[in-house]
């Protein structure tokens, strides 16, 4: 395929998804207890007459699908810049253990500082940044092994989950008031939850604008990358630093949630290829749709309750990471 064949398919593509974002908004914000048509959902978004479903899809849906879709981009594109940093794509913010520590750190916040509630996008960066360079050094040996990372990842995710536990069971009165973080749901997320992750969200995607190029260098290898001039070691350290900031800010926002980083920039890789210029809007795209159909179906699958979109979650990215497995199983045969 030739490059200005590969632009158009990955220009399309990114078209395409862009508008399935954009009805995931109209469609999900109408589907609950009570129904709303796409054109009443969109006058109840652009026009306040202070009737029952504006107040229904203003006050509820749309914040929490909001919120749920800023979650998708963050834990996209973190495993996007993972995989780049380890060029490994079996890595992602939960399956080397970043959120691990992420989380841990959350509850330590939670538990600390329950007055202070600001303060769980900050603990949950740092504990993830710190994670990060953790896994790293520990896989660091004359450079990073992705084999290395990953097993690495693999003993400092069962380590922080033995901590997480140990939380939950001496201070469970204390953070009794943070079921959703402790599951990993949006159920009552609202504008409050939606300004919280908005900044962060906003910074790692406006960071990820300028990093294409040089991740495509990345991927040739270190001594070619370091040839061309690019600062291979300095990169990656940057490029933690973003993971870190994306995936802290999704997991203040809704707790844990697994298989998001890995689903999603495999998804897009098929569809636009492995050249970052389009695999990082394409992954934003995707995981924006994917957080906001996967809560809605929770929402709705057995009434009057839900599921926690991280069991929805679950279910599908469980079976999608044996898969891979599998294929890379019979790719090494």
Not at 31 to 60: C, H, K, M, Q
Not at 103 to 122: D, E, I, R
Not at 288 to 303: E, K, Q
Request: charged content about 10%; overall charge positive.
């Amino acid at each position: 395929m030739t490059g200005m064949k590969k632009h158009i398919r990955g220009i399309t593509v990114i078209v395409v998804l862009f508008a399935l974002s954009i009805a995931a908004i109209v469609v999900c914000v109408g589907i609950g207890t009570i129904e709303f048509t796409p054109r009443e959902v969109i006058r109840a978004i652009f026009t306040d007459d202070g009737s029952p479903s504006r107040l229904i899809v203003w006050n509820l849906r749309l914040p929490r699908i909001l919120t749920g879709g800023l979650v998708g981009i963050c834990l996209a594109l973190s495993g996007c810049v993972l995989q780049g940093v380890m060029r490994n794509n079996l890595a992602s913010p939960s399956t080397i253990g970043v959120t691990g520590g992420a989380s841990f750190v959350g509850y330590l916040t939670l538990v600390a500082f329950p007055a202070y509630s600001y303060l769980l996008p900050v603990g949950s960066i740092a504990g993830a940044f710190v994670t990060t360079m953790l896994i790293y050094a520990l896989a660091y040996q004359k450079g990073v092994s992705p084999v290395r990372m990953i097993l690495s990842g693999m003993a400092v995710s069962a380590l922080f989950g033995a901590f997480n536990d140990i939380i939950k069971t001496l201070f469970a009165e204390s953070l009794g008031n943070a079921s959703g973080f402790l599951v990993g749901g949006l159920n009552g997320c609202g504008w409050g939850s939606f300004r919280m992750i908005l900044p962060y969200a906003l910074a790692g995607m406006v960071v990820c604008i300028f990093l294409p190029s040089k991740m495509n260098i990345l991927m040739l290898g270190d001594e070619t990358a370091n040839s061309l001039g690019l600062r291979t070691e300095l990169f990656r350290f940057i490029l933690i630093a973003v993971s870190s900031l994306l995936s802290g800010a999704a997991i203040a926002a809704v707790g844990m949630l697994s298989f998001v980083g890995l689903i999603v920039p495999h998804i897009a890789r098929i569809l636009v290829g492995s050249d970052y210029r389009y695999l990082f809007p394409a992954s934003t795209l995707l995981g924006f749709s994917l957080i906001v159909i996967c809560d809605t179906i929770g929402r709705v699958i057995m009434p009057p309750g839900e599921v926690p979109v991280s069991i929805i979650i679950s279910f599908i990215g469980a079976p999608f990471f044996l898969f891979l497995l599998r294929s890379r199983g019979k790719e090494g045969n």
